[in-house]
Structure formats: C-alpha cells, structure tokens
C-alpha cells in the first residue's frame, strides 16, 4: 500500500514495553493525530517512524519499502519537536535555508524556496530578521517551515504547539490543519491534549499503556468510542451500568429502556452517553428518575447535574433550550437509545 505502514511494533525498554504490538496504516496526505495520556508510548512509536528509535520488534513500511533499519536522515522526513531548537544567532530566512544550505543549494535556490515558505507560513518580509525577535507564533511557523524546506515525504510533529498559550494555541491548530490540507502531505502529530487532535486529524489514533485502543475519524471516536478508557478520555461522558433483567431487556437503574442491546450473553455492560444527549423531562412519563443537585450556567452551555440510582449524571444544554430546573426538583432522564454506546470492557 502507498504510505506509511507499522507492522506488529514493539519497543521494549529492558523489561518494561512502552509500545506493544501496534498495527496502523497511515496513507499519503491524510493527518494523524497520536493522542493519549502521558507515558502511552506516542512519543516512542513516533520516534520509531523517525528511525531515532529501533522497534524491538516489527517492521516499519513506507510505499511498501522495509524502513525499518533505514538512517533518520534517508528517510525523507520533516521533524518539529516541543523545543523548537532554532538557531537563535541565525536569522528566520538562515534557518529556513538550513538544510538546504547543508545540500549544496544554490543562493538563488535557497532564496527561491525561502520566499516560497514564508509566503505559505504567512511571514513574508520576515527573512532578514533575528529569530530572538519573533512572538511564540511566529517561532513555531518558523520552525514548522525549517522542517519542510526540503519538501519531506512524511511530516512528524511532537507536541509542537504545547509552549503556546491557550489562544494562539489554538489558532495555530487550524492554521497547521489548513497549511497541511494546502500542501497534501502526510502528518503525524502527537499531543495529549483531545481538542487539539479532534481539530487537526483525519485520523485519531487514541493510545493507552502502549496500545492503540482507537484508530478513526475525530467524530467517530467521539460518536462511537471503542471502549471505556476511549470514551472517558475524549470529551466529557457519562458512563452508565446497564444490567439485564429476567425477561432479557436492557435495564438502567431498575429501568427498562427500549432497544439498547448488549453483546450476546452479556448480564451487564457500561454505556456512554454524551452529556448533550442527555435530556431533562418531567418525573414520571416512562423516564429515569432522578434529583437536579446542582446548575452551572457556562454562558454558551448549562451543565444540569442530576442524581439517579445513586449515581451523577450531567445534562449539558444551550441557552435556548435551557430546561427550567433548580436543585433540589425532582427531573425525568430520557436517554434515546441511538445515543447510548454499549462499550467493550
Ligand atoms: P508524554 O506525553 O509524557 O511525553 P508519551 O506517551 O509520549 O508520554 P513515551 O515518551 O513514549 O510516552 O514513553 C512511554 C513509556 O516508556 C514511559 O513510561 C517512559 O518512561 C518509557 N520510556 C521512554 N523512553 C525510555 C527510555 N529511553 N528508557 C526507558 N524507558 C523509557
């Protein structure tokens, strides 16, 4: 297959396994966000894709080549780590023209190709200036510029926007989304943190003690998450025990709840449901009961915080559909059963 391909790789650190038997497919042009809590291996698995770590086991293809043993430096890559590493005596045109400068570029080729980045990182006119005097924005595009000037295959990223502030932050997640769309190239970004993945990714490879847990798409994960430690980890849930009764339904603290169907022979499963598909009706009328114990209201958004079967359940809504509850009131939960997700345990 065209792109990058990991087959059964494994890195072991003495007797300690940071990554374990991972399979993914990454094809040209699309996005990879490897997100996960700290110690899950991202950081390793992408330092294996970078050749600065041998896999203990596996092997590593690209367009259906055995890279496995191939130098960092022959593998045709561009890399962008947490510290940035610029040259701060060059200047943000020298450092763009690095590697160019190392390959024997011509001065009107390096100046040439400069320009070009500049223009695409949107600091045009900026060449001739010392980097100790750029923002932390700047910086960045910078250094993301610096790793594309020889127009790698497979652009590698670790955590390169966690030094920012939370605002530019987060403008710089969709001007990295929008400079990759722009030149189609293969990406490959780790973070911790999920808003950042879900902004960026095609595809969010979601990772725990060396394992991928979840490989899809940002909303999949988020609609149809795999398992528990998935759907906790992406946004906010709330995860509910749904046990069998004796005439094989679906039961949800003592109640029946039409057309959740769990996996065959299970007695009992969790569910997860999305505080926004959480519903606040009157008592009564076939839902689940419950008691409103606390409102907060965020501006954009009101989290209803109700307790049933002894258990918190958060309703999130807007404004407009604010449901007119206080503490202490006595609330019905209605869960339609295409928003309730049977996890694997
Ligand atoms: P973080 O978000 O904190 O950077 P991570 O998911 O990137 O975490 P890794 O850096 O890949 O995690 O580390 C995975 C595990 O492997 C950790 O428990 C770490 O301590 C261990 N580890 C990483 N590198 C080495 C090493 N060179 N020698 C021994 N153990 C290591």
Partial sequence: MSGLVLNNVTKQFGAFTAVDNVHLSVPHGTFVCLLGPSGCGKTTLLRMIAGLEDPTNGTILLDGADITDVPTHKRNLGMVFQSLALFPHLSVGENIAYSLRIRGASREEQKKRVDELLTLIHLSGYGDRPVSKLSGGQRQRVAIARALALSPKIFLLDEPLSALDAKLREAMQV??????????????????????????????????????????????????????????????????????????????????????????????????????????????NGAIDGTVTFVRDLGGTIETFVEAGGQQII????????????????????LSPDVCVVLKQ
């Fill in 175 to 284: 001007e990295l989304r929008q400079l990759q769309q722009k030149l189609g190239i293969t990406t490959i970004v780790v973070t911790h943190d999920q808003r950042e993945a879900m902004t960026m990714a095609d595809t969010v490879v979601v990772m725990n003690g060396g394992h991928i847990r979840q490989a899809a798409s940002p909303i999949e994960i988020y609609r149809k998450p795999a398992d528990t430690f998935v759907a906790d980890f992406i946004g906010s849930t709330n995860l509910i025990e749904t046990q069998v009764d004796s005439s094989g339904a679906a039961t949800i603290f003592g109640h029946r709840v039409q057309g959740i169907v769990l996996p065959a022979g299970a007695q009992k499963a969790t569910i997860s449901v999305r505080p926004e598909d959480v519903h606040l009706t009157a008592p009564g």
């Fill in 315 to 334: 309703a999130v809504s807007t404004p407009r559909e604010r449901p007119e509850v206080t503490a202490g009131q006595a609330v019905g939960i209605a």
